[in-house]
């Protein structure tokens, strides 16, 4: 896979998933639009992809707020006259449940972030990914099918996500652009802890790792399944799918959940 003279546009690339994918594509001699609200982190991702010869571009954005959702793609083209692959990554998890007094807030922060995101930034990325003939990859979740207590917003948002990208897919078949959704399960990252400090991670990692066949997943693993549906030489004719990569999660639920019966 080859992706010199590329650009890849990231989105949540200062931790986790998108860091990871930020340092495969490097790897692969891409161009980088890194896009996070904490520019810390996204100064440690660029420092991990720096190469003499590569020219990447950090976007500080909190994609919570519309005008800066907007400015990522015209900043992006700005730097490198065109985009070849746009990868949705960022996003949150909140907790709540139907009994509380109010969800709305946790609905309008959840879904802004991991839907309405990816929404705007795939329409005004389409015309330069037709251009290029280019490609999609959305970060959804197994929640986008298998529901999960108190986390109703979140598992809206994966589902949406997963039906928007099987309709962009649709969408842009005739104009030469691929849309795949990936759904991991538990990842070694922080996102459904940031809203807990008082949250353990590794005791919870450890656990997780002894319930699924296959452990506990890496963003270093993930990282390669994007690479690998954003590549025209690995995933000429894959379009509109959706990939788990789960270490066995979504079968151990569903033996789980037979056995109740």
Known sequence: ????????????AGSGIGAAAAKAFSR???GLALVDKNENGLKKTLEQCEKADQDHLIIVADLSKSSE????????LAHFGRIDVLVNCAGIMSEEKMTDEDVSA????????????????TNKATPYLIETR??????????STRPCDKRSMYCVSKAGLEMFTKCVALDLADRGVRAN????GVVRTNIQFSYNPEATPDAHYAASSKKFPFGVTEPEEVAQLVVFLASSET??????????????????ETRSLAGKF
């Open 235 to 252: 995933a000429r004719t894959i379009t509109g799918a959706a990939y788990y990569i789960d270490g066995g999660q979504s079968l151990m």
């Open 69 to 76: 959702v907007l400015s990522v793609v015209p900043r992006t």
């Open 134 to 143: 280019g490609s999609i990859v959305n970060i959804s979740s197994i929640r």
């Open 106 to 121: 946790n609905f309008d922060a959840v879904i802004g972030i991991n839907l309405r995101t990816p929404v705007i930034l």
């Open 181 to 184: 959704s990936i759904h991991p």
């Open 1 to 12: 896979m080859a992706f010199k003279g590329k650009v890849v546009l990231i989105t949540g």
């Open 28 to 30: 692969l001699s891409a």
